[in-house]
């Protein structure tokens, strides 16, 4: 089972936890069989390998990668997109990529789903069902349409022929307004679930007919020239042999706090009190001091190093204009190595916390505008300094002026906090140069 994951958005919606750096989809608000939290990109890849041996390629763009392998770990499959466009591009890329870069045949069968539903194992039954539908019939896309539970205006529509579970496709429908929407229900119409299956082969045909670009190579180098337009617009509903299989199993799209509310693990998580009045409320403190709430009533509240949110919970899906024009530069991130927190910037100093895991290390690199000063908080490694190796434990400080080569490796876990010294502070301040053990690592 061929199956690419889209892993794209940003994170206006589940603010001040998310960020363009932290989508929604990287929040670890969920727990698994264990009761360990996990996220809904661990919850999604754990479903689907555990109802069958299958093949995910992750689609998504730069900034994602580091929490992506950070949450999953080096060996997963991505596909890293150039810029961001939208699914089309996106599904056109990945697909390429499974054909010229993984060897994937034309005549497999692919299956493109979001990253972001939460679903029952279910869910994925249904979507692995897509796999011998796509080799057992000529019909050029597959589908997957949820069952509604209630006449929604959030959604696009699909309109099957007739109500049996696997049904040719009449046509699709925009978001409507909810009376429209129950005239669709009594038609049998689905939910439009963004999942779709194919040969790889006809996937391929219509990115050269749409593109003219027929390589992996050729897509990704020319890849900020391509149209901006959704995978349904471009190919499915100019497709006239479409299926469609009915899923009527849970579906919920946690794409703002009023839904993510109810599926989440704890009513609260972090140093959260509630008093006995408090009712419908969730809460999210990862700013590690005390949070106290009380008389709270169908509220949620969320705080991170980014912002604080008191919202009631209808409101909160309404947000992301005002989001827009408060949120800054993300205070979290994780990367593949471990984790960035941002916990005090001044006008020419910023004091980050990093945590570097046993066995990783960050790029080599060096900053043109500001002077870098180390302390240990625990853990050993290794400083390299324009080369030299400098060993470091618990209590150690080191230091580096502008210009100068640096790297820290990690011989266990590390926390360490960074001061950066400069009149110019920017992310883009950095130039990366090759080492052996970054390149080792990567292998």
């Known amino acids: 089972m061929n199956i690419i994951l889209l892993s794209g958005g940003s994170g206006k919606r589940l ?20 009761g360990n939290y996990e996220s809904m990109l661990q919850r999604v890849y754990r479903q689907i390998t555990s109802v069958g041996e299958a093949k995910i390629t992750i689609a998504t763009s730069k900034s994602q990668v580091s929490a992506i392998k950070n949450q999953l770990g080096s060996k997963v499959s991505v596909c890293i997109e150039p810029c961001r466009r939208d699914t089309f591009p996106a599904i056109a890329l990945a697909s390429a990529y499974l054909h010229d870069e993984m060897g994937v045949g034309e005549d497999e069968s692919i299956i493109v789903c979001p990253v ?25 896309l597959t589908l997957m349409g949820i069952e509604p539970t209630y006449p929604s205006d959030k959604y696009g529509y699909i309109i099957p022929k007739d109500m049996k579970t696997i049904s040719k496709v009449s ?35 219509k990115i050269k007919d749409i593109t003219g670009m027929t390589s992996y190579d050729e897509l990704f180098t020319n890849y900020e020239t391509l149209n901006k337009i959704s995978f349904d617009y471009a190919v499915v ?51 590690g001091i005390p949070m106290l709430c009380m008389g709270c009533r169908n509220m949620v509240i969320a705080a991170s190093g980014d912002g604080i949110l008191v919202s009631d919970k209808e409101r909160s899906g309404y947000m992301k204009p005002y989001v827009e024009k408060i949120a800054g530069a993300a205070h979290f991130a994780e990367k593949s190595w471990g984790t960035y927190t941002v916990i005090d910037t001044e006008p ?22 500001r002077d870098e000063v180390w302390t240990i908080l625990s853990g050993e490694g290794r ?33 360490i906090i960074e001061l950066q010294i400069g009149e110019d502070i920017s992310y883009k301040d950095k130039t990366v140069y090759d080492h052996e053990f970054s390149k080792a690592k990567k292998k």
Request: with cysteine; glycine share 6%.
């Open 15 to 34: 603010w001040p936890l998310s960020n363009d750096i932290q989508s929604k989809q990287f929040l670890r608000l969920f727990k698994d069989e264990s």
């Open 116 to 140: 972001d539903p939460y679903v029952e194992t279910s869910y994925y039954e249904c979507v692995k069902s897509l796999e011998k539908l796509v080799q057992q019939t000529d019909t050029a």
């Open 171 to 205: 046509c699709f429908k925009e978001k409507p307004d909810k009376e429209t929407a129950a005239e669709y229900l009594k038609q049998g119409a689905l939910w439009n679930a963004g999942v779709f299956a194919f040969r790889l082969g006809y996937l391929l045909g």
């Open 237 to 287: 509903e100019k497709e006239p042999s479409i299926q469609v299989v009915r899923y009527s199993g849970e579906w919920k799209d946690v794409g703002t706090w009023n839904m993510m509310t109810e599926v989440m693990a704890d009513t609260a998580k972090g140093d959260v009190t509630l008093d006995d009045t408090c009712e419908n409320t969730q809460v999210v403190n990862e700013l």
């Open 348 to 369: 020419e100093a910023m004091t980050v916390k990093i945590k570097l895991f046993a066995g990783n290390c960050m790029n080599y690199h060096s900053h043109q505008h």
């Open 383 to 415: 400083f390299i300094l324009d080369g030299k190796e400098i060993s470091v434990k618990q209590g150690d400080s080191i230091s580096a002026k502008a210009g100068t080569k640096h790297m820290i490796i990690a011989d266990t876990d590390m926390n």
